[in-house]
Protein backbone atom coordinates (compact mmCIF):
# COMPACT_ATOMS: atom_id res chain seq x y z
CA UNK A 1 0.00 0.00 0.00
CA UNK A 2 1.16 3.28 -0.81
CA UNK A 3 0.27 7.47 -0.58
CA UNK A 4 -0.85 9.51 -3.19
CA UNK A 5 0.82 12.34 -4.26
CA UNK A 6 -0.59 15.29 -5.63
CA UNK A 7 2.46 16.96 -6.96
CA UNK A 8 6.07 16.14 -7.98
CA UNK A 9 8.13 15.39 -4.83
CA UNK A 10 12.15 14.88 -4.70
CA UNK A 11 13.39 12.38 -2.12
CA UNK A 12 17.06 11.86 -2.52
CA UNK A 13 18.29 12.34 -5.87
CA UNK A 14 14.96 10.84 -7.34
CA UNK A 15 11.92 12.73 -8.27
CA UNK A 16 8.27 11.36 -8.40
CA UNK A 17 5.66 12.37 -10.41
CA UNK A 18 2.19 12.71 -8.87
CA UNK A 19 0.56 9.39 -8.12
CA UNK A 20 0.72 6.40 -6.02
CA UNK A 21 4.60 6.46 -4.13
CA UNK A 22 5.53 3.27 -1.90
CA UNK A 23 5.65 3.77 1.95
CA UNK A 24 9.33 4.27 2.30
CA UNK A 25 9.68 7.18 -0.23
CA UNK A 26 6.33 8.30 1.51
CA UNK A 27 8.04 8.38 5.27
CA UNK A 28 10.52 10.55 3.76
CA UNK A 29 8.33 13.43 2.48
CA UNK A 30 7.96 16.04 5.40
CA UNK A 31 5.17 18.24 3.86
CA UNK A 32 1.82 16.48 4.33
CA UNK A 33 0.29 18.91 1.65
CA UNK A 34 1.91 16.69 -1.15
CA UNK A 35 -0.25 13.97 -0.02
CA UNK A 36 -4.23 12.92 -1.49
CA UNK A 37 -6.28 12.79 1.49
CA UNK A 38 -6.33 9.46 2.48
CA UNK A 39 -4.24 6.57 1.15
CA UNK A 40 -3.92 4.87 -1.78
CA UNK A 41 -2.88 1.34 -3.73
CA UNK A 42 -1.05 0.72 -6.87
CA UNK A 43 -4.95 -0.01 -8.50
CA UNK A 44 -5.44 3.22 -7.58
CA UNK A 45 -3.22 5.16 -9.42
CA UNK A 46 -4.73 7.77 -12.17
CA UNK A 47 -5.33 6.38 -15.21
CA UNK A 48 -3.47 7.01 -18.31
CA UNK A 49 -5.53 8.79 -20.69
CA UNK A 50 -4.99 8.20 -24.78
CA UNK A 51 -1.90 10.41 -24.89
CA UNK A 52 -0.20 8.59 -22.03
CA UNK A 53 -0.52 11.42 -19.37
CA UNK A 54 -1.53 10.26 -16.86
CA UNK A 55 -4.84 12.16 -15.56
CA UNK A 56 -4.65 14.72 -13.29
CA UNK A 57 -0.78 14.71 -13.95
CA UNK A 58 0.11 18.51 -14.72
CA UNK A 59 3.55 19.58 -15.75
CA UNK A 60 6.23 21.26 -13.24
CA UNK A 61 5.91 24.47 -12.21
CA UNK A 62 8.59 26.77 -14.60
CA UNK A 63 9.94 28.19 -11.71
CA UNK A 64 11.07 27.98 -7.79
CA UNK A 65 10.69 24.78 -5.99
CA UNK A 66 9.91 21.76 -8.23
CA UNK A 67 11.22 23.34 -11.63
CA UNK A 68 14.70 21.29 -11.44
CA UNK A 69 15.72 19.08 -14.65
CA UNK A 70 14.95 16.03 -12.06
CA UNK A 71 11.20 17.00 -12.08
CA UNK A 72 11.11 18.04 -16.08
CA UNK A 73 12.79 15.09 -17.23
CA UNK A 74 10.31 13.12 -15.39
CA UNK A 75 7.99 14.54 -16.55
CA UNK A 76 8.98 14.50 -20.33
CA UNK A 77 9.39 10.63 -19.62
CA UNK A 78 6.36 10.17 -18.38
CA UNK A 79 5.05 12.32 -21.64
CA UNK A 80 6.82 9.38 -23.68
CA UNK A 81 9.74 11.71 -24.62
CA UNK A 82 13.34 10.89 -25.63
CA UNK A 83 15.47 13.05 -22.74
CA UNK A 84 19.25 12.98 -23.23
CA UNK A 85 21.36 13.11 -20.46
CA UNK A 86 23.02 16.12 -20.38
CA UNK A 87 20.00 17.96 -21.32
CA UNK A 88 19.45 20.70 -19.21
CA UNK A 89 16.25 22.12 -17.21
CA UNK A 90 15.32 24.57 -20.48
CA UNK A 91 16.20 22.35 -23.46
CA UNK A 92 13.34 19.95 -21.70
CA UNK A 93 10.99 22.68 -21.20
CA UNK A 94 11.42 23.08 -24.92
CA UNK A 95 11.32 19.53 -25.94
CA UNK A 96 7.93 19.29 -23.90
CA UNK A 97 6.39 22.67 -25.22
CA UNK A 98 7.57 21.50 -28.82
CA UNK A 99 5.61 18.13 -28.07
CA UNK A 100 2.55 20.01 -26.52
CA UNK A 101 2.32 22.21 -29.61
CA UNK A 102 2.33 19.03 -32.14
CA UNK A 103 0.03 17.16 -30.17
CA UNK A 104 -3.04 19.73 -29.17
Do not use: C
Amino acid sequence: MGKKLTAYVTVGATTYPPGVVPDEVAKEVTNPKAFATGSASPAEAPDADDTGKESGAGEPPRAGKGSGVDAWASYAKALGLEVKDDATRDELIELVDQHNSTNS
